[in-house]
Structure formats: structure tokens, C-alpha cells
């Protein structure tokens, strides 16, 4: 289980001290979603950031899996809404970078990078550079490099912000697909409604550095959810506690 404990943080602008999250407390089950909705602003990246330990807490705290939080955590992987891949170097060799720095095999590490190269149906694109890659395949690579390091916790910031609308209901396919196949935590920050309600077991609707509704989606796990009207009857529950004031 993860679990957020009073968490505050601050940020400092023009020495004026400004909330982004105030005492923020949620549990999310081990081997479940949590999708994150909230406005513009409303503090998602930084809830995020805090999960991924690269934030200083002004008050609160989290625990994950049973480990308090201190920093950041080997198993926890990051993708930042601009993927964060090294523009200078193929597809292959940004899935296989964690694995490299941890100093694997080369023969372990290929094994791997062509099974997931694999599973995320981007055979053929691993002597490309970044810069000849689509937006879905951009992200695609990014998730690849968490799956390499094996991570337990995925962290995902609006990953589908960028693309198309076939293409991010590919990715949203893509990402449950993962998450059935693989021991996985997800938490996903989203500003879109049917995203929220496609990947998120719990969803957490935002506002104003807090946590407005917690809603539980029962309908969470469906491939076809979207051809059905429960995705529909969710989604319409999500807009109004957004709309709420
Ligand atoms: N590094 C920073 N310095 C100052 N203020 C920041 C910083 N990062 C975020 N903020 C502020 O914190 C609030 C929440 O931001 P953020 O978490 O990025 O929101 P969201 O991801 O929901 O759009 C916003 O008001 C934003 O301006
Ligand atoms: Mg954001």
C-alpha cells in the first residue's frame, strides 16, 4: 500500500511562500491504479514529484509498500510528460540505459530491451533516434525504460497529453495491458476525463492543492469499457464532482 499522510508542499516565489499541495492524505493499493484529475495547476505534477521523492515535504508524510519515504526509491519509475529520453542516443540503447548504469550484462541487457521492444509492439524502431519518433512512440520508449528496471510503482505524468486521439486511447490500451501483465502500481496524472476513468481503479479528482472526491471505478479493468455505457455513467460523475464547486 502507499500512503499519504498529511502531506503539504511548498514552493517559494518571490519570497512568498505558495502551496501546491495542502495536507493531501490518500491510500493507494499495492498493485492497483490511482488516476489523478484535476485542473490546470491545481498541484497533480507536484503530487507526483512527491511520490517520486524528488521534492522536499514542508509537512506530512508517505509510506510505500511499507517503507517509509525518504528520497528516491530504486523501483519507482518516473515518465515526465516530455518522456525524458537522451535525443542523442537509438531507441535501444535509451530502454537498455537504467539497465547500463546498474552494470548488467550486455547479453542480459539485449534479452530483455528485445522483450520489451516486444510488448510494447515497437519492433523495428530500436536503431531510431527520438527525433524520428512519433509522440506515441516517444512514450512508448519512456515506459520501456521503466518496464527494463523492473519497476513495482509507475508514475505517470499526463502521458497521452501530447497525442492524437487514436493514438492516446492506443497508449491508454497499451498502458492497461501492462498493468495486467506485470506487478504493477500505477498512478496516473491526467486532465481527461476518459483517461481518468479508462486507467484509474481510484480516481482522485483535484482542486486548489487538495483532494476534492475520491471515487472508486468499478468498472476499472474492461478493454472495452469505452464501447459500454457504465464508461459513460463514471465519466459523468467525474465531470460533475470537477464541475462542483
Ligand atoms: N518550481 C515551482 N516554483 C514555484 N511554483 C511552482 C513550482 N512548480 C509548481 N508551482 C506552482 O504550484 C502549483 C501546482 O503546480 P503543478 O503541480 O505543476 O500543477 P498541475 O500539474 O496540476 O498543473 C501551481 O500554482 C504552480 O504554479
Ligand atoms: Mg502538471
Redesign the pocket.
Known sequence: MIKINNLSVS?T?KEKK?F?LQNINLTIEKNSTCAVI?P???????LIYALAGLLEKESGSIEIFGEKQNGIRKQTGLILQNYGLLPWKIVQENIALGLKVRGEDPKVIETKVNKILNKLDIEGLEQKYPAQLSGGQKQRVAIGRSLALSSDLLLMDEPSSSLDEISKEKLQNLILKLYKENQLTLVIVTHNIAEAVFLGQKIVVMKDSGIKDILDNPYFGDESLRYKMDFYKICLEVRKSLEKE
Open positions: 514552493y516565489d505558495l501546491a484535476g490546470s495547476g491545481c498541484g497533480k505534477t507536484t
